[in-house]
């Protein structure tokens, strides 16, 4: 399988989840990605996750996540020593990635007009919550702030649910991925060097394109739809016999088909039903017309039956189920690592999403224990095992 980054070496200088989930997949495509963690703590989401006891073991499943591949080194960049080794390393780098506030680099002496004298190519790419400029910039954010702060709370759930959280950190990795496609489009600059802003504010609100538009180009003001596709009918989550079924009959053609299956071809005839925008004004009559007949059996006889005339359907699955399907397992998704150090088992991960030349990107290594790379990454600038050994003892690295 092609590698597009081999060759790139990456500074991961992140924590928990945006900044990780970028570099995730800069890993997976062939960089080189060393972890700056710092001294004695490492990534706070080595203590995050369902499993307490890899918490306590400082790797947490959190961290587990969205780490394979990567060299893990320890420094603490407050001390004058610490600050020089950075440089150092910063010098044989083609990539740094941060998500501190802005302005915590520069106070450390370390920010991107200092680290370009000393390597006019790096891409620094730093990523934050709000942008690095703006009356916003020095506030601090989690992923549930940006949800809140982009609008996606409010047009999450129905009308009695909304506002609601998205059920994953959708700000964190849309910021992350983001952050991902940026660096790779900066490497094929020539000359190479740039700053990179990635605001996961903005980024979220990227993704929200349709939503966005209605409102500025059709003055709608967006509303929470619950499992309701607004911009079609029948278009959202049905009930069967036995659980939930989603349905997408968005074009005329798969109206008729769905209909003409379920012995409902009368609908079509009903002024309520009988253009596209009367169905999407009619629509919560048109869902339970339709109940009528799905209810009568189970979700997965009609989703291979609707899937077979051409009509979209899927049932709603759960995580593990999702997981297990033929689709997910069969395409090489999760990629798995035995007796993991610091783990002590087994794990299973993801990995990006995608394949190049009819394989997925993977990586060799499982996630590393803190510091595991000190040694090897120090060693490879230069330093003896002596000078490594006194700044492990001097509490730098």
């Known amino acids: 399988m092609s590698s597009p980054l081999t060759g790139i070496r990456v500074l991961?200088?992140?924590?928990v989840l945006a900044g990780p989930f970028c570099c995730h997949h800069l890993a997976h495509l062939g960089a080189e990605v060393i972890k700056v963690e710092a001294r004695g703590r490492g990534d706070l989401a080595r203590q995050l996750g369902a499993d307490a006891a890899l918490n306590t073991a400082n790797m947490g499943v959190s961290f587990l996540?969205?780490?394979?591949?990567k060299k893990s080194i320890t420094i603490d960049l407050k001390k004058p020593q610490g600050k020089a080794l950075f440089v150092k390393l910063v010098a044989s780098a083609d990539v740094l990635v941060e998500n501190f506030r802005p302005g915590v680099m520069d106070r450390l002496g370390l920010g991107y007009e200092t680290l370009r004298a000393v390597r006019p190519e790096l891409?620094?790419?730093a990523i934050s919550g709000f942008g690095q400029d703006g009356p916003w910039k020095d506030r601090p954010a989690y992923d549930q702030i940006i949800q809140g702060a982009s609008g996606v709370m409010s047009i999450?759930?129905?009308a009695d649910s909304a506002p609601l959280r998205v059920g994953y950190p959708v700000a964190d990795t849309v910021g992350g991925m983001t952050a991902a496609f940026a660096v790779a489009a900066a490497l094929n600059a020539r000359p190479r060097g740039s700053f990179i802003d990635v605001s996961m504010l903005e980024s979220v609100l990227v993704t929200m394109g349709w939503v966005v538009s209605n409102h500025l180009i059709a003055g709608v003001t967006p509303q929470p739809n619950g499992n309701e596709n607004v911009t079609s009918a029948p278009s959202g989550t049905f009930q069967c016999a036995d659980g939930m079924i989603n349905i997408a009959a968005n074009k005329d053609e798969q109206w008729v088909a769905l209909t003409t299956h379920l012995k409902l071809a009368g609908l079509r005839d009903d002024p309520d039903y009988a253009t596209r925008e009367a169905r999407k004004v009619n629509r919560v009559a048109l869902r339970a017309a339709?109940?009528?007949?799905?209810?009568?059996r189970p979700a997965a006889d009609w989703v291979d039956e609707l899937n077979a005339i051409g009509v979209p359907a899927g049932a709603v699955l759960s995580v593990p189920e999702a997981l297990a399907t033929p689709q997910v397992a069969g395409r090489g998704f999760l990629q798995s690592y035995p007796d993991v150090p610091g783990v002590g088992r087994d794990i299973a991960v993801a990995t990006t999403g995608f394949k190049i030349d009819g394989a997925p990107p993977t990586v060799k290594d499982p996630p590393p224990e803190l510091g595991a790379h000190n040694d090897a990454v120090w060693g490879d600038l230069g330093l003896s095992g002596e000078?490594?050994?006194?700044?492990k003892k001097d509490e730098v690295i």
């Open 65 to 69: 996540a969205q780490n394979a591949g």
């Open 123 to 125: 891409i620094y790419c």
């Open 12 to 15: 991961d200088l992140t924590n």
């Open 387 to 391: 000078e490594i050994a006194q700044l």
């Open 290 to 296: 339709l109940e009528t007949v799905l209810q009568t």
């Open 156 to 158: 999450t759930g129905d």
